[in-house]
């Protein structure tokens, strides 16, 4: 089973609106962190978000906020206020475990966003 | 302080050539890590690394080869490139502590092997 599933390729949202980039998990270890990182056309990985397992609240940066449902095991991203620098692939990661030792990234396929004026 | 550099940063390899992507981070990170990024694939992991002398397998290694000599370096090796390898590959560092800590990536290395 795949450990990090985004079911949407393609999402197309129009500037200033928000939306919403789908993320579902699966681990069955309580310690875990959530990452969300943006990819634009030049190619490099910008982090973006970070939920921890043991967070209360959710995690917002900016325009940027995480529902974290952990009973559902969805981590989805919110962007507000959509911009035209907003279009990129967004992958979401997770890391199984405390931030230490051997834990790694799990990365999903990822979701193409294209924001139109 | 120049975060996670890789060179080259395009590479045109024949079948069953060598070569090593070079990784270096100025950070002090303990842990480091290399993916291959394939279409629709998303970023996998090829090795990590949680410190000097200290490596291991991530969930692609075959054709690879990695050592750690130094915090700083992590080069990755392959040995004999095949065009399965043909990818873009990221390295990547972060601290190795408790916390919300990410990992910061390297521009990537755009890989052809013909």
């Known amino acids: 089973a795949q450990k990090i599933t985004q079911t949407q390729p393609g999402m197309f949202v129009q500037e200033k609106e928000a939306v919403t980039l789908d993320c579902t998990y699966d681990?069955?270890?309580?310690?875990?962190?959530l990452f969300w990182y943006k990819q634009p056309s030049s190619g490099e990985m910008i982090f973006l978000i970070y939920q921890g397992s043991y967070d209360q609240q959710n995690a917002t940066e900016g325009r940027y906020s995480l529902n974290f449902q952990k009973a559902r095991k969805s981590a989805n991203l919110v962007i507000s206020a959509s911009q035209l620098g907003d279009s990129a692939m967004y992958f979401c990661a997770m890391r199984e475990g405390p931030n230490s030792g051997y834990s790694t990234l799990t990365f999903g396929k990822g979701t193409m966003l294209l924001v139109s004026p | 302080n120049a975060g996670v550099t890789q060179t080259p940063k395009f590479q045109v390899l024949k079948t069953g050539q060598s070569m090593t992507l070079q990784c270096a981070q100025d950070m002090n990170h303990e842990y480091m890590s290399w993916y291959r990024q394939d279409p629709g694939m998303g970023l996998r992991l090829i090795h990590y690394s949680v410190g000097a002398g200290i490596t291991d397998q991530g969930e692609v290694p075959n054709g690879y080869n990695v050592s750690r000599s130094t915090t700083e370096d992590f080069p990755l090796r392959l040995l004999s490139a095949a065009p399965s390898q043909t990818s873009v590959y990221f390295c990547a560092s972060r601290r190795q502590a408790e916390g919300p800590y990410e990992q910061y990536f390297g521009p990537g290395t755009r890989l052809t092997v013909t």
């Open positions: 681990t069955s270890d309580p310690s875990y962190g």
